[in-house]
């Protein structure tokens, strides 16, 4: 299994980057992708999720400005990102729920993450 995100760059306060993230390889079953973020000197921390129900959740320093989106039957969940401020940048990282064999239990898959720096 691979989960490949683009979309990072460099981007002034105020503007807008959209970030995507495909999950490809032998899996039976996605239960859910996510988008998580590490700042230097902080710990990861969850800035959206997307259930394969369709249920989205936000950090609350997100809410109202960052956007995720899927595409179950591609595998895939983007993460539009409005109003962007500097204490966004950090690396992203792309996160999927996923199910490897029938009978096997859910695990979590992680891309390579990529670079947000937003500047002031």
């Known amino acids: 299994v691979q989960l490949q995100a683009s979309g990072g760059g460099l981007v002034q306060a105020g503007g807008s980057l959209r970030l995507s993230c495909v999950a490809s390889g032998s899996f039976v079953s996605n239960n859910g992708m996510a988008w998580y973020r590490q700042a230097p000197g902080k710990e990861r921390e969850l800035v959206a999720a997307?259930?394969?129900?369709?249920?989205?959740r936000y950090a609350d320093s997100v809410e109202g400005r960052f956007f995720i989106s899927r595409d179950g039957a591609k595998n895939t969940v983007a993460l539009q990102m409005n109003s962007l401020k500097p204490e966004d940048t950090a690396i992203y990282y792309c996160n999927a729920n996923l199910r490897r064999a029938w009978g096997r239990d859910f695990t979590d898959y992680w891309g390579q993450g990529t670079l947000v720096t937003v500047s002031s």
């Open positions: 997307v259930t394969s129900g369709g249920n989205k």
